[in-house]
């Protein structure tokens, strides 16, 4: 069984060599024109690398892998070599496995067998030792009976919201590749449903007999990849096995279905119930990753794996090392449909901390792999003010069943930080918003259950602060600025200044200040009258202005929210630990979807 294929760079996925191949060739390995390595006498290639290495260790331990033969795609004299390697405390450990010479003079089959080992990756070297030498390609394999190969088909769920091209041009490599290609493994075993979420899909014409579009309310990323599930239950008879659930805005490369769908295959009885998660690599820069992997901590973060350059063969045993993990992201992530009953959805979050919610509740091991990933645009690039009311209000729903003992003291030392913080940046906004999602929380359950999640939406999307096109802006922007915001640093003495006088509202205010969207800091502004946040990817930002009076006043208010918290807190919480079965059973996303209506 094929379980593995050497990839290969593509243009419009990834064009990095060395996220495929590393060598010691000055130049361009590939020629494209028949996707092969043309080789000079002497040339190396080895595949230590992010795709084309093997993680011996995870397929051992997950799968009921058997023995592992290569299969190579040779033309001319080459030695070729079958390596290995792990990473043990701080050091890197490699050994040459077998080596073999091939010589021939046209395109031959090479076949070859690893020993067996049970940790760190597996890799292959080809040293060219006459000039001319082609290598076309090929693909790792086990030997196992069929009666051991557990059957996969997947549901594929998206939620869009009006990214039309981001669908299509999805739909149409899903198409190409799979559904309508009869050579592929997963041919006839992939079901694709996309909720439309703004309703837009239909004049595009991408349904199929594959591709179902179904024309869904607007209640976000839960209602969007929910609905999704739901069709999947509506149809057994397409006895889909595992749902994989994957943004609208990634990009994707086939590959990393097959090798999710091989991994299925094999799982052993043991890990039947294992989720499969898609790391998140940078669209800007496709050899870095953001996450692989993350722990919710009862809400503060921990994205596991970031900012490694996974061009690099160190960081990629790096990456393969396992940690502590509670969830995976909804941008690339496979569970068995067994979980999926009417009595176990997600919650209706709206947006932030659905997939975290169903994968603390349901996922007991996750399974992640060098190779099986998604390319989306850094988080740095998506600043929205109106997220401050979800991130509070979700983390409070999430943790009252997750994380029951973060609690009032908690909660109001996460307000305050918040209203000082976004109190500096004279963000005033953003305290109100973070303050409604306190109380919205602390109505309870029933605020979840009978609110219009579309027309709540709306509204927040309305309060919070609107980014615009550089020319519009009541403050010029200049590099430079922006460049010493990102950049600047203060001696102690000036921060101690600055802590002392509230960042400096004592004092007159006499500066303009110009910083990162998404990653202003306080010191950065201290003494600014005017603030722009500017967004140096879309060419966008918005302007504060500080006010003495709105800080002062929002001051009291966050002492009204903390009587409130010390109040009700509890009572809330309750509701959602007592009740919180009510909002994840089929019959309640009915009729929040508006199903059948």
């Known amino acids: 069984m094929k379980i593995q294929d050497v990839l290969w760079p593509k243009d419009g996925i990834c064009t ?23 080789f000079q006498k002497g040339g190396i290639v080895t595949t230590d690398t992010y795709f084309n290495s093997l993680t011996i260790g995870k397929w051992t331990k997950y799968t009921n892998v058997g023995t592992i033969k290569l299969t ?79 059957p996969v088909k997947l549901g594929i769920v998206i939620c869009t919201y009006k990214r039309e091209k981001y669908v299509c041009d999805n739909v149409r490599l899903l198409n190409q590749d799979i559904i309508e290609n009869p050579n592929s493994p997963l041919y006839d075993r ?33 209602g969007g990849f929910t609905r999704g599930l739901i069709e999947i ?25 097959l090798r999710t769908a091989a991994v299925l295959a094999l799982v052993k009885e043991e890990y039947m119930s294992a989720f499969i998660g898609g790391a998140m690599l940078r669209s800007d820069q496709r050899n870095v990753q953001i996450e692989s992997g993350a722990s919710w901590n009862a809400g503060d973060l921990v994205a596991l794996k970031t900012d490694l350059d996974l061009r690099v063969w160190q960081n990629c045993l790096i990456n393969e090392q396992e940690e ?45 792999m060098n190779g099986i990933c998604v390319w989306h645009e850094p988080f740095e690039n998506k600043y929205s003010s109106f997220l401050e009311y979800y991130i509070i209000r979700n983390r409070l729903i999430d943790n009252s069943f997750h994380f029951p003992k973060w609690g009032r003291k908690e909660l109001i030392r996460e307000l305050i930080r918040e209203y000082r913080r976004e109190g500096y940046l004279y963000r005033y906004k953003n305290i109100s918003l973070f303050m409604r999602g306190i109380r919205d929380f602390l109505k309870g359950i029933d605020f979840l259950k009978q609110t219009d999640a579309e027309r709540l939406h709306r509204e927040i999307m309305g309060f919070g602060y609107k980014a615009t096109l550089a020319e519009q802006l009541e403050v010029p922007f200049f590099y430079k600025e922006y460049e010493r915001g990102c950049k600047e640093t203060h001696s102690f003495l000036h921060e101690a200044v600055r802590r002392i006088t509230f960042n400096g509202y004592l004092l007159p205010a006499k500066h303009v200040r110009t910083v990162p ?30 006010s003495t009076w709105t800080f002062i006043r929002q001051g ?12 009700k807190y509890e009572k809330a919480k309750r509701s959602y630990i007592e009740r919180g079965n009510e909002i994840r059973q089929l019959a309640f996303w009915e009729k929040y979807l508006e199903i059948g209506e």
């Open 190 to 222: 992939v079901e694709v449903f996309i909720s439309d979420n703004g309703q837009t899909l239909e004049k595009y014409g991408l349904a199929s007999e594959s591709i179902h579009i179904v024309r869904n309310k607007n209640a976000g990323g839960a």
């Open 16 to 38: 990095d060599i060395e996220m495929y191949f590393h060598s010691n060739y000055k130049r361009s390995l590939v020629k494209e024109e028949c996707m092969c390595i043309l």
């Open 72 to 150: 190579l795609f040779l033309q001319g004299k080459f030695n070729v070599s079958l390596c290995w390697k792990q990473k043990i405390d701080d050091k890197y450990v490699e050994r040459e496995l077998k080596n073999i010479t091939v010589d021939t003079d046209r395109r031959t089959e090479v076949v070859m067998e690893y020993p067996e080992e049970t940790k760190g990756m597996f890799f292959f070297r080809l040293e060219a030792v006459e000039e001319g030498g082609k290598f076309y390609g090929g693909y790792y394999a086990t030997e196992i009976e069929k009666d051991k190969v557990r």
């Open 556 to 567: 009291f208010e966050v002492l009204g929210m903390i009587f409130a918290i010390l109040t």
């Open 233 to 257: 239950l509506k149809q057994p008879d397409k006895c889909i096995t595992h749902a994989l659930l994957m943004d609208d805005d990634v990009v994707v490369d086939t590959a990393s279905l």
């Open 324 to 368: 502590y993990r509670e969830y995976n992201a909804w941008w690339y992530c496979c569970f068995p449909m067994e979980i999926v009953r009417p009595d176990n959805l997600p919650l209706p979050v709206f947006i932030r901390g659905d997939d975290l919610e169903y994968g603390l509740r349901n996922m007991k091991t996750l399974i992640l």
């Open 517 to 546: 969207m998404a990653k202003a800091r306080p010191e950065f502004v201290w003494r600014a009258k005017t603030i722009l946040f500017y967004d140096i990817v879309e060419n966008k930002g918005f302007v504060t202005h500080r």
